[in-house]
């Protein structure tokens, strides 16, 4: 498909702007609107050229998300390098704090825990909904443990009865 684009635009001279370049390569161009010699319209069109044309899928994360905003027309200007290079700082910043929020959630979870302000989870061993009347308990009781509308079908078996087909 780009080899007939740029046959294209070298036989209908279609005008294409450099924009820029990213940090990782790519080229992102502009294309303004344009009659072509058999008076078709081309709308405007923002494209990227990627620096590994190879790959069969290309990966957003390959491409800034400023250039991403510029390319799908939520900009009006192109990134400049410093603005991507400053956005990139600030981003690691804020995983770094984010890190050392979490970090003392954690702290302080554990100190109300020992405290006894708040009431540890329970580690159980019987998987299941909460509403399931064997729900935080070790194991099954052989004894019924719900009636009527709670009663939930497999969850006690008579004493003595066993799995044994006959």
Known sequence: ?????ALLQRTFGLVKHHMGTDQFGNKYYYIPQQKTWIGQTI????I???VNPKEI????????SEWEAWMRGRRKNPPTIEEILQ?????????IRAHE???KEEIRKEKEYEEGLVAQPIQTQV???ASATYFGKDKLSPEPTSTANTFQPG???PPGNSSKKK
């Open 48 to 50: 990227v050229e990627a």
């Open 43 to 46: 709308r405007s069109k923002r």
């Open 101 to 103: 929020v979490q970090q």
């Open 155 to 157: 969850g006690w078996l």
């Open 1 to 5: 498909m780009n080899q007939i684009r």
């Open 57 to 64: 899928e290309y990966d957003l994360e390959n491409i800034p």
């Open 87 to 95: 956005n990139e700082e600030y981003r690691k910043v804020i995983k």
């Open 127 to 129: 998987k299941g909904h």
